[in-house]
């Protein structure tokens, strides 16, 4: 047996022609094509003059990994026509001319029909992933849940499926694109050639990697702006750190273990679907966990002693009066009792409420300023204000009097912000300064 | 639906089922269709796999047997009704065209 090359690329259905082409290519080198493997397998031989066919096969199903019993009935059609079948993955099917002038698999029109047939077989799904992006994406856009999106296991879990969705819908219009462009070459008579030519090399077939590309970018990305997020904190950073690596090590296990699958016959499916359970399990694990450890800290059956927590900013919150420790009956949602605290902190938000017969106020520490301003701005609601951050001496403060019993002030400095509403009407200048002067204390604080 | 879809039988259709008035394995059908031409008309392996499936679900053809990959079909009845309608169709389509030498 000689030399194995893995090379990584990945086909389109819609890509089928450039496979071929370069598969050829490979074979002129020395390169035979044997079959998907670790990456697609390539084993060294003499150079020869082969011809290459990838035919997109409907009875396949896009998951599928190897060649089935139909396939090979398929096969036995084509080996009698001269063409071998080399392997299968989803719907793309492999075979070598076995003599020149073999005769064509299917006419040019019975190949877009299976290739449009192929596209049509994928809207399914992107309508289902649109549907997904659009459930969780919505999550986001409105920041209601601001802290999950930062939480380092919701955060990833979130961000990954939504990463991997929006490739879906990516591959569905590549895939569009591609039968529009060759239904027009094909209507005006011509032989549309499924998949592009380097730019850069006009002899050379691209490969239809772009979602690996895609994702890598993605990732990048995303650990450069958490890792910016979090780091100069390092708040749970060995936790974000530890999930990255198990995401990643299950990811790279299933694809060193795909050939094992593949040679494993059906018992693969049972191998997958355990795999796939125990992936689940363990993630579900780990948010479990997550949310078990986070709930313990908040909820108890007998009042707990406040200073047991590490609530920082209430234990020195000084920001608008002082505060009775003794009234806290549990330091998460006692909204019955004058004081409120939600433990965002360890997640990317400081949220401290309080609440007396004159006033009640919200205190929000963000990790970046943007959802600070983001707050500030989802706050408002759209009504009208009066500025007074020249009272306050910070960067924006707002009161707000329109649909509401009292006046709302809005205060925000860098990336700390307070929601306050006066029951017992509008603060003076002396208490806006105050106020200002305070939340510049606290700015300061947070952004060590 | 199906059963305007074989209104008129393509060329190919016509031949392969014209193969299978005897019982024949799918994979020799090839060879088959080309004799009965005599190397003029020639159907592509995979034209001929989805053609077969087709013809099956409708119940223009049934396997008699299969044997790992390799199955045997024959026509049906109804199968040879399409046929013969074809052939009285470009019969006529032939006499028509006497015109031409008129």
Same mark, same amino acid.
């Given at each position: 047996m000689g030399k194995i090359k893995h090379v990584f690329r990945r086909y389109a259905n819609s890509d089928c022609d450039a496979m071929a082409l370069y598969l050829e290519q490979m074979a002129a080198k020395g390169w035979h094509f044997r079959g998907w493997g670790f990456g697609m397998e390539f084993e060294e031989g003499e150079p020869s003059e082969v011809r290459y066919d990838v035919q997109v096969f409907n009875n396949n199903s896009e998951s599928q990994i190897k060649p089935d019993d139909d396939t090979f009935e398929y096969a036995a059609y084509c080996e009698a026509a001269g063409w071998t079948l080399v392997d299968s993955m989803g719907k793309l099917v492999v *075979?070598? !001319? @076995? +003599? /020149? #002038? !073999? +005769?064509?698999?299917? %006419?040019? +029109? +019975?190949k877009f029909r299976n290739i449009r047939k192929a596209w049509f077989a994928t809207t399914f799904m992107m309508l289902g992933s649109l549907i997904i992006i659009l459930l969780? $994406?919505? #999550? *986001? @856009? $409105?920041?209601?849940?601001?802290s999950r999106f930062f939480d380092p296991v919701l955060g990833t879990f979130y961000v990954g499926l939504i990463l991997m969705y929006a490739g879906y819908i990516l591959r569905w219009l590549y895939d569009g694109f591609q039968v529009l462009r060759c239904w027009n070459v094909l209507r005006s008579g011509g032989t549309p050639f499924y998949g592009y030519m380097s730019i850069f090399n006009p002899e050379k077939p691209v490969d239809s990697n772009f979602g @690996?590309?895609?994702?890598l970018t993605a990732i990048v990305l995303y650990a450069s702006v958490y890792s910016v997020i979090n780091i100069p904190k390092m708040k749970g950073g060995i936790d974000d750190v530890s999930v990255m690596i198990m995401i990643v090590g299950i990811m790279s296990l299933f694809w060193i273990f795909n050939r094992y699958f593949r040679a494993a016959g059906k018992g693969s499916v049972l191998i997958s679907i355990c795999a796939m359970v125990l992936t689940f399990a363990l993630l579900m694990g780990v948010v479990y966990n997550s949310e078990r450890l986070i709930n313990e /800290?908040?909820? $108890?059956? %007998? &009042?707990?002693? &406040?200073s047991a927590y590490s609530y920082p900013h209430v234990l020195k919150n000084d920001l608008f009066g002082d505060i009775e420790y003794e009234t806290i009956s549990a330091p998460y949602f006692d909204s019955g009792k004058s004081f409120l605290v939600s433990g965002y902190h360890e997640s990317g938000m400081a949220n401290i409420r309080k609440e007396t017969e004159e006033f009640n106020y919200e205190y929000y520490e963000f990790r970046f300023e943007a959802m600070a301003r983001y707050l500030c701005k989802q706050r408002l609601r759209k009504r009208s204000y009066t500025d007074v951050s020249a009272e306050c001496g910070i960067d924006y403060a707002v009161v707000v009097t329109e649909k509401s019993e009292c006046p709302v002030y809005i205060f925000r400095e860098d990336n700390v912000a307070a929601v306050y509403s006066a029951y017992k009407g509008e603060l003076s200048a002396d208490e806006l300064r105050d106020i200002g002067s305070k939340l510049r204390e606290k700015a300061a604080e947070a952004g060590r | 639906m199906a059963r305007e879809a074989f209104q008129t039988l393509t060329e190919?259709?016509?031949?392969?089922?014209?193969a299978l008035t005897q019982e024949q394995c799918g994979v020799d059908i090839m060879a088959k269709v080309k004799e009965i031409s005599k190397g003029r008309v020639s159907v592509g392996p995979g034209t001929l796999y989805a053609m077969l499936q087709k013809f099956n679900e409708n119940s223009v053809v049934k396997i008699t047997r299969s044997e790992g990959a390799k199955k045997w079909y024959i026509i049906t009845p109804r199968g040879r009704d399409m046929l013969t309608a074809e052939r009285e169709r470009l019969w006529v389509q032939y006499q028509d065209g006497e015109l031409l030498e008129q």
């Open positions: *075979f070598r !001319a @076995l +003599e /020149k #002038n !073999a +005769e064509p698999i299917v %006419t040019k +029109e +019975e969780y $994406g919505s #999550n *986001f @856009l $409105g920041m209601r849940y601001p @690996l590309i895609y994702l /800290k908040k909820r $108890g059956d %007998t &009042p707990p002693d &406040p | 190919p259709m016509y031949y392969i089922l014209l």
